[in-house]
């Protein structure tokens, strides 16, 4: 237990995170689309794509949110570890990571204000499973729709009605990760 | 662990010349401004190895971007061979240790001044601009708390009153770079001082980032957002151009250089994007003044 914490990071950090934010940066310019990254290993049941997330763009200065059911001692000590980052509570939260059910009620999180919307959180969302089958997506990013299997509807059409203020999501599954700004138009299909 | 390539002084350099946790915080001002188009998003601009206004914020941008296997294209006016992108490009040579190119199509990640390029840019593709003064209300209004409120209150009347002041007085808005667009219905954005020419290129398949260096912002244009340049029903936006031919490659669609020949009038316009205008005299476009003519006629 003591050495899996020490285990886990990037072997090569600013190559390895160069490629880990490329692929974080295709899937929130394409909302929908699925990006697989590799690299980085956090204690289960937190997914690799999760690790590489946390660690391409946490650190010391990045108040993170572990939810009930990832937040454990061994992912405790990964994070003091690898990353640095100071666990808070949800609504001082800049990333939160954690399932579906555990990162309700979303209404926690900080969803930035009027002057400076971008002050707001990123939810890491760890997934059973990820497709492109499910809720429609339209808006920027996206040519004429896409479609991605998201946990529910109607809770990100409530996001969108709150642009330019909202949350951002990713969504991981195994070495498997896609996004969901605040700006998509989400639709039931 | 960094693969060697000759001449490429990788060890004396973390990849990309900044530190990790500067390229997080950029990473993560980049990733905000995406999920907000047009918004723009204060970062810890650092100081680079080079002056303020030689295109530090979009260094910074690209630097956070590149990945080993990236092809780099850095164009100032869209030139590949002027100093600023010349010197651009060897400092990610050497620091990064990437690959770079003139070619449009061949590039991955293109760092531009002022111009967008003339060929057609695609998915795979992103698009770094260097942005002097992002604030587009700026000159209208200098305090930065006021243009904060104002972008916050969508309160864009002023921006619409200096059109029409332009009109007023010239009879045509006479704002022809820089021209102010609003993107995705929310935000109005200044695209760098790209001439208005290349507004309609804007909407756009690949990912356009914009980095201001001194200003400390950084924004965003996701792939296929709506850009709207703004305008009035009875003065609609107008991406003029020069009325002649390219007198090199003769392309008839491109935006041109007027080039002083000499003190008695003489000019020529020429593409202002060298690779557009290289790669159609490869092809053997050829126009008024391209050389085998003016060999001929000596």
Redesign the interface.
Known sequence: MQTEALTGGF?????D???G??A???A???PGKIETVSGGTAPAPVSAAAAVLLL????A??PLYLAPGVDSPAMRDWGAFHIGAPLVKAEEAQFALGDWAALSPLERFRIG??????R?A?LIVEMPDLSNNGAILS?????TTAQLSLPEVEIFRANRAL??LGL?FYFCAGERLAAL???TKVEAA | MTEERPGVETDAYNFAYLDEQTKRMIRRAILKGVAIPGYQVPFASREMPMPYGWGTGGVQVTAACLTPEDRLKVIDQGADDTTNAVSIRKFFERTAGVETTEHTTEATVIQTRHRIPETPMTEDQILVYQVPIPEPLRFLEPRETETRKMHGLEEYGLMHVKLYEDIARHGEIATAYAYPVKVEGRYVMDPSPIPKFDNPRLESPALQLFGAGREQRIYAVPPYSKVVSLDFEDHPFDPSKADHPCALCGAENTYLDEVIMDDAGGRMFVCSDTDYCATRQAEGHRGAQSAPFTEAAE
């Open positions: 072997a090569n950090p600013p190559i995170s160069a490629a934010f490329r974080a940066l295709n929130m310019a394409r391409t763009l946490c650190d200065e990045t204000n009027a002057e400076y919307p971008d707001s990123t808006g920027p990013g996206i040519e642009f330019p951002d700004p605040r700006s």
